[in-house]
């Protein structure tokens, strides 16, 4: 595998691993405030990340690559409320896309089509992403404006 293909995938499971605790950080926050089906919500989201850390080293074993596991950054994101909390993790979904891309571009460039193939589901999968993360930001924006709308939409986000 291409020396830099081979370090974006191994950092991706690094970034990965830091939108888990990411999200984590975020169930606390608001799981602090007595929001659990908001709190839930960023459980299950932190979760996933893990699993996409787990794809990637999958991957990378598979194809005879060492994988190593560096050091995860404390999640650094500073939150004033609710609407702040789901706007980081809209932000941070874009982010992630634009760092599977930066890898896919990566990949085309040495005809590494294997790997092309491999990240494409990921590049479905941050469509899918960043699409919830932006509902989630729009549905608080209708309906969450008073305690009993606030309450409605915890209730539903508590059933994911
Ligand atoms: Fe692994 Fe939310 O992107």
Known sequence: MDKKVYELL????????????????????LGDMGLDGFAHWYELQ??????????????????DQKVELLAIAK???????????????YEHEQYVTSLIN?????????????????????????????????DLITKYNLFAKDSAGLYELNKELGKR
């Open 10 to 29: 191994n950092d991706q499971i690094n970034k990965e691993l830091y939108s888990a605790y990411l999200y984590l950080d975020m169930a606390n926050y």
């Open 46 to 63: 932190a979760g996933e990340e893990q699993e996409h850390a787990l794809k990637i080293r999958k991957y990378l074993i598979e194809n």
């Open 75 to 89: 999640p650094d994101k500073v939150f004033d409320g609710i609407l702040s909390v789901l706007e980081a993790g």
């Open 102 to 134: 930066d890898i896919y571009d990566a990949a085309m460039s040495v005809k590494d089509w294997r790997t092309a193939q491999f990240l494409d589901w990921f590049v479905k999968e941050q469509l899918e992403e960043e699409e919830s993360a932006r």
